[in-house]
């Protein structure tokens, strides 16, 4: 018997993430959830919405486990503070790996969401909440800390590191070697060669390269995504 998962969200993310965990039946999707807050409807996918509040009273069982269904809104500053929440609740998170990836490495935290054709090679080390899109690579000895988001066709060369809520566009590439703060984000189709500090923006511009560094307090508003809703 399948266990029984809740996806916190509502958005468009939340869809997708539905229909992979039904496509590839790895869970019984019993419904969703958000803060009170943000709870605009009663059923979604004909499914009940409950409240992250009062979850474990309106669901009436305590056996379910729950996916945070969020991306990379406010550089991931969303995604993190609903898994934060979530995790003080304590509610049992679980990863949702596609049976197509390919997974040498250890995906050492929960909440993370490897997608279909995604490779992690031998002795990566991930940690918690981090989305990898589609037909990315993750080389060999590689860091990723928690709260992380990388695009489709994204690549992290070997022995490369990157920090906490940092985020990689669809189809960019970070070099072997190279060191990537916390809260940094890497366009798309860019190539990094250079280390990032903290809290920094890699900038192409003709042919100019620059790495623009923010007070913590601002690089989460350098990307945003309206319509990313809880």
């Given amino acids: 018997m399948k266990e029984k998962l809740i996806i916190v969200g509502l958005g468009t993310n939340a869809r997708h993430v539905y229909e992979f965990v039904k496509y590839y039946k790895l869970y019984e999707v019993v419904?969703?959830?958000?803060n009170n807050a943000y709870k605009s409807a009663d059923s979604f996918y004909d499914l009940?919405?409950?409240?992250?509040?009062?979850?474990?009273?309106?669901?009436?069982?305590?056996?379910?486990?729950?996916?945070?269904?969020?991306l990379w809104n406010h550089l991931n500053r969303d995604r993190k503070q609903l898994y934060d929440y979530c995790k003080s609740r304590g509610y049992k998170m679980v990863n949702l790996i596609s049976p197509k990836s390919i997974i040498r490495g250890d995906i050492l935290g929960d909440n993370c969401w490897i997608h279909?054709?995604?490779?992690?090679?031998?002795?990566?080390k991930l940690e918690s909440n981090i989305a990898i899109m589609a037909y990315s690579l993750i080389g060999a000895d590689?860091?990723?800390?928690?709260?992380?988001?990388?695009?489709?066709?994204s690549v992290l060369g070997?022995?490369?590191?990157?920090?906490?809520?940092?985020?990689?566009?669809?189809?960019?590439?970070?070099?072997?070697?190279t060191t990537i703060g916390k809260k940094c984000i890497i366009g798309a189709c860019t190539a990094v060669k250079r280390n990032m500090p903290d809290f920094s923006r890699f900038v192409t511009?003709?042919?100019?390269?620059?790495?623009?560094?923010y007070p913590e307090e601002e690089i989460e508003d350098k990307l945003v995504f309206s319509k990313n809703v809880r």
Wanted: proline residues 1%.
């Fill in 142 to 153: 590689t860091r990723v800390s928690s709260h992380c988001f990388f695009g489709a066709r």
């Fill in 158 to 177: 070997g022995g490369s590191t990157i920090g906490e809520q940092s985020f990689v566009g669809i189809n960019a590439t970070v070099f072997d070697d």
């Fill in 48 to 70: 009940p919405v409950y409240t992250l509040e009062n979850l474990n009273e309106e669901y009436g069982r305590n056996d379910f486990v729950v996916f945070v269904a969020l």
């Fill in 205 to 213: 511009k003709s042919e100019d390269i620059i790495i623009k560094q």
């Fill in 31 to 34: 419904g969703f959830a958000v």
């Fill in 116 to 124: 279909d054709f995604v490779i992690i090679q031998n002795d990566a």
